[in-house]
């Protein structure tokens, strides 16, 4: 334990008595007092004497540089300290330490906040414009040069983007389907229309949900783990790496993965188009439609133009979802955290984009008549 | 807490000079069941500079998680003055961790935090002390590592040496008595390792503190460390222990000379 006696000398003199281990554990029970000490007598010379201190850690030198430091009229000296300890507290310049000479940046006002904030957005609008064009000109290389793609890394992330979103993108596509027929079936079952059902689901889940369902999957799925991976990368200084050995970042990364996905997204796309049929197909035999009847009804509702302006779709969507997860990933700063900034921004942008993206397939489909 | 606990810091008057304060007793080092070192002993003394050498991919690092409870061993003993760290959990764990300091070798620094908060974070959670005090013994030990200038910059604004330096200044946030140094030298320049150095005998000397040391670099070795234990690949184990300027200038073993003297032909032999 620590402990501290204050002895006011017929000289004029306070002396603190500090006695016993000054350290992190018992330090703060005297700290307060010690402050107090010297703050009730600003006049008087002050003498911490320190012999009966045994212990003195790296806490215990901070209340002895505390008490050196306190700006007042009349000094404050140490003495009795055992060698051991003057020793440590020697490595301290102690009106140095005492004041913080690096404070942490203060809020900046909130016109530049707003000044800062569209310049980034204006930063991150022209990076994307020249992604674009280097991504496009990375397909195009890749296209009059299929041998130079990194066709196992292609494979791969087929697996990932493909594959193993298969699982998710049927049963939400399935319970869509389901959730769907059910609410429709229900009123218009008062107007004896719930056959018509059937041309709802039809064409909504091949023109519009189908596609934009999966996609948003994909853009939460693969979009967040292409940034997230590409991130890494980039914090570890692989993608430094790779263009110090003279190869082009977006050939040599985002290309494998764009192919990938526009491989495999239109593939989920009939998928889903399917599991959300069929979910509504089932949905309607309880409201006493049989299977065959419902597929009828959407044969003759959904033309083919129909499944193809959903189908177009998804390849757009297909290169999107990754060259946003891909840009995000390369546009990673540096720490820990940025990894996590990226795919969220991939996952947040992607969204956003595919949604705009839909909004405009929607207006060029009606104004070509589709 | 009222119990007695072994492993808190007593100063120097009260430590017995060459009392046994880490035992590594029998360690078989490695992962998931597979040893890459067997049968591994040796004991630090309390106030020691003590140094894990060898060559890389040797297990020294792989030790050093074993030592702190990160990894348990494949089996084996690692005891802090007579308790045993393996198969230690809970609060058992985490009071025998609160009495080291681990500098990682990235220096593992918070990346949202300032350098200030990174070291002002562990005597927050255990000291009490108060908002004034915390801060000035964090820019003590930011100054300890001549970092007190850059206490407001966050970990990504510094350089690797930098940050490597403010993870020391963290792991001696509390005035832990063992520190465990997992390549202290390697980023810094020769000037900031001399420093470190000296830093390192100091508070060896002034407070008793005992240090573990991983490393590779010789300078350092020779200058800060009292015995050594070095580890060989091919031996699976320890092919020396002791003072390193002993090993360097008498060892009987070549392997252990030519490691002391930079001699790759020897070392290969």
Known sequence: MAALAINDLPDGRRVLALDGRLDSNTVRAVWSDAHRALADAPGKPVTVDAAKVDYCDGAGVALLIDLIAQERAAPVEIANLKPAFELLLKQFDPKRVAKDIDPEVKRRPAIEEIGRAAAAVWKDIAEQITFIGELSAALFHALLRPHTVRWRDVWRVCERVGVDALPIVALISFLLGMILAFQSAVPMKRFGAEIFVADLIGLSMLRELGPLMTAILLAGRSGAAFAAEIGTMRVNQEVDAITTMGLDPVRFLVTPRVIAALLMTPLLVLFSMLLGLVGGAITMTSFSIPVVTFMKEVESAVSFTDFMAGFVKSFVFAILIAGIGCLRGLQTAAGASAVGESATRAVVSGIILLVVVDGIFAVAFYILNI | ?269
């Open chain 2, 1 to 269: 807490m009222a119990t007695h606990d072994p492993l808190a810091a007593e100063g120097p008057a009260r430590r017995t000079p060459g009392e046994v304060l880490i035992e590594v007793d029998h360690l078989y080092a490695g992962y998931d069941g597979t040893a890459i070192l067997d049968d591994v002993s040796f004991n630090i003394r309390a106030g020691e500079v003590f140094g894990i050498l060898g060559g890389s991919g040797g297990g020294k690092s792989t030790i050093l998680k074993h030592m702190i409870g990160l990894v348990p061993p494949v089996s084996g003993h690692v005891r802090f003055a007579g308790e045993d760290i393996v198969g230690a959990d809970g609060e058992e764990l985490e009071r025998l961790r609160r009495r080291f300091g681990v500098m990682y070798q990235s220096g593992a620094l918070f990346g949202s935090m300032t350098l200030l908060e990174n070291v002002r974070l562990p005597i927050e959670v255990y000291s009490g002390l108060p908002g004034d005090a915390m801060n000035l013994i964090a820019r003590m030990k930011l100054a300890l590592v001549g970092l007190d200038a850059f206490t407001g910059h966050l970990p990504s604004e510094i350089s690797g040496g930098m940050q490597k330096r403010a993870g020391i200044a963290r792991a001696m946030a509390l005035d832990p008595s063992i520190l465990f140094l997992d390549e202290p030298s390697s980023g810094l320049d020769p000037i900031t390792s001399a420093t470190l150095d000296a830093t390192v005998r100091r508070l060896a000397e002034s407070l008793g503190v005992t240090f573990v040391i991983v490393t590779h670099d010789l300078p350092s070795v020779f200058a800060s460390i009292d015995r050594v234990v070095l580890l060989d690949k091919k031996a699976r184990g320890i092919i020396a222990e002791g003072d390193p300027r002993e090993l360097r200038d008498s060892s009987p073993d070549p392997r252990v000379r030519a490691f002391f003297r930079r001699e790759p032909e020897k070392a290969a032999a």
